[in-house]
């Protein structure tokens, strides 16, 4: 299998109320997370995010509200998934993106990746969520929305 390129997407899921879809993990329960994931070769950023959209929710982004909040995060890889990269990779750089539903959608989860998921109001969402990168995006959700938090 070839290693994972150390380039991601983050996608906050949100409505207009301001509510997120966290969805928990299935290699370490009890960590949630909003939508991620690591760029294919020679795919950009845009399309890794509306795969991985479709991939974690069953959700189709380009038909919704989706919008790069042009936001870049760079941080240190947990040790226990550095075996994902090539050698001597410690660092990812992750780019935030923002999807708004009109409501709280049904989701489909891929079993292998996710057990749970939840919509919560982004106060609490932010609470939840296990990476400092994620809380930061959605404790920045109502500013993006444009909405009163």
Known sequence: MPYKIPVSVLVVIYTPDLRVLLLERADHPGYWQSVTGSC??????????????????????????????NEENVFEIYAEWRH???PGVTHNAEHVF????????????????????????????????????????????????????
């Open 98 to 149: 923002g999807l708004e539903v009109p409501q709280p959608l049904p989701v489909r989860l891929a079993p292998r990746e996710h057990l749970n998921h939840v919509w919560l109001p982004w106060q609490e969402a932010a609470q939840k969520a296990f990476s400092w990168t994620n809380v930061a995006a959605i404790e920045k959700l109502p500013e993006v929305a444009g909405r009163p938090g």
């Open 84 to 86: 994902r990269y090539a």
């Open 40 to 69: 294919d070769p020679g795919e950009s950023l845009r399309q890794t995010a509306v795969r991985e959209v479709a991939e974690e929710t069953g959700l189709d982004a380009e038909q919704y509200k989706f919008s790069d909040w």
